[in-house]
């Protein structure tokens, strides 16, 4: 018999086996001859949690702009991150995922989107950055090609040429997409950022490669102002006429979409990447969440970029997204703690694409686990209500595909200190 890895004595959900990097039992367990056993007791054990949105480059500037709207935030932003390296970039990619490793993730999708005087190995970095840490990384080639000289709002010397970014993008899905720790996502900015070509010719380029797409969508009512008055449609109507509404496809924040948008993108399986404290923070709306999985939407949590949610970590998007749906009700029963656990695992891996593998405790799924630390909310009758509701907390053991990330709450890839010093260095050089 091959050897077992087992984790026994967790308060939820009972034991785990596996072997190689596949979960193969659960509940009670039986001991047997050469088990390497892990001790959780008492602990609670969730499927690694995914993390549908981020823009790792940010953490070089949290805390700015903090009392602006996304359109002023942007404004405000994007000269400081036409200076950023493609050092910076590795730097505060490493700083990004270890956070979010030690908050549960196990696959992080990054919207990469700037790439400073047209440097693609930003891409390479965000890829080393990954290997180090050990999750798994839906890297987005993002892309803006419509600067303000052609009524989009990004200033001019932070946009790429079409074809630059069409032949990127293929050297970047040559070179580094494997289909199990990295995908490949095609990633076009935002409607105010992008023409027309650029959507249509990056849709041509994911199917004819079979890759997901992804875009920022209905974040905002000046999103949706600029795309009335530009095409003369809303977002998702627009977003249709590019082709793009499919199950291949998951979007951004989809905040102001209207009761006949979202049956459409239900029926067509579009994903959407709920970002509720981020869109708290810039006063952009509340996500319909509910009303999304009601109509077929899968649904998954995003933490954004930590210029926009300064906590960097995915845990705790699960109590904020429970917040948001009740107060968007007004009703306490209108979602639950495994509710927003739903998001967080199966959820967000319907929307990475991933969900025959990862985001459940099953057997024969992949062992992407989180060990979460259950020690202070022993107390507490509903082991699922004590984590989403409780306070946070970082995980004490990580798992990807069977091999441990974080050991006894020890990042085993690098030295997250030491790299949140080497981050901060650079991101002060940017103040003046």
Not at 45 to 51: D, F, Q, R
Not at 120 to 132: K, L, P, Y
Not at 226 to 234: A, S
Not at 393 to 410: A, E, F, K, T, W
Request: with cysteine; glycine share 12%; charged share 20%.
């Amino acid at each position: 018999m091959n050897p077992r890895t087992v984790l026994r004595g967790a308060r939820w959900p009972g034991d785990i086996a596996i072997a190689g990097d596949t979960i193969i039992q659960t509940g009670t367990i039986e001991p047997r001859p050469g088990d390497a056993v892990v001790n959780v007791d008492g602990d609670i054990v969730t499927a690694g949690l995914a993390n549908t949105h981020h823009h790792l480059y940010q953490w070089m500037t949290r805390g700015r702009a903090v009392g602006c709207d996304l359109f002023g935030w942007l404004v405000e932003l994007y000269p400081v991150w036409g200076k950023l390296s493609v050092e910076d970039v590795a730097a505060a990619a490493l700083v990004g995922l270890g956070e979010l490793a030690t908050t549960g993730c196990t696959s992080a999708a990054d919207h990469h989107y700037l790439v400073p005087h047209g440097d693609d190995a930003v891409f390479d970095a965000i890829v080393e950055a990954a290997a180090a840490v050990g999750i798994r990384l839906h890297l987005g080639r993002g892309s803006m090609d419509l600067g303000q000289s052609k009524g989009g709002l990004p200033p001019d010397h932070v946009v790429e040429d079409l074809d630059a970014i069409m032949a990127s993008t293929e050297r970047i899905i040559a070179r580094h997409h494997d289909g199990s720790m990295v995908h490949v996502v095609v990633a076009p900015c935002s409607p105010f950022s992008v023409s027309s070509e650029l959507m249509e010719a990056s849709a041509a380029l994911a199917r004819r490669h079979g890759l997901r797409l992804h875009t920022h969508l209905c974040e905002t009512i000046d999103e949706q102002d600029h795309c009335l008055k530009r095409f003369g449609l809303r977002p998702v109507e627009q977003l249709d006429r590019w082709g793009w509404v499919g199950d291949d496809v998951w979007l951004a924040h989809g905040i102001w979409i209207n009761d006949a948008e979202i049956a459409r993108l239900g029926a067509a399986g579009v994903g959407v990447a709920h970002c509720p404290s981020s869109n708290a923070r810039l006063a952009a709306g509340t996500c319909r969440v509910t009303d999304l999985e009601a109509a077929g939407v899968p649904v998954g949590l995003g933490v954004d970029g930590v210029a926009s949610n300064e906590v960097g970590g995915l845990f705790p998007e699960l109590r904020q997204s429970l917040y948001a749906a009740r107060l968007r009700a007004m009703a306490a029963d209108a979602f639950m703690p495994a509710d927003a656990l739903r998001l967080g695992t199966t959820g967000g891996a319907r929307c990475l694409g991933v969900a025959g593998n990862l985001g459940r405790i099953e057997p024969g799924m992949t062992a992407d686990l989180a060990v979460w630390p259950g020690d202070d909310i022993a107390d507490v009758v509903d082991p699922l209500a004590g984590l989403v509701l409780g306070p946070d907390r970082r995980v004490r053991h990580l798992y990807v595909g069977g091999r441990p990330v974080i050991q006894d709450s020890q990042l085993l890839g690098c030295d997250l200190a030491q790299a949140h010093t080497d981050l901060a260095h650079r991101a002060r050089r940017l103040w003046d």
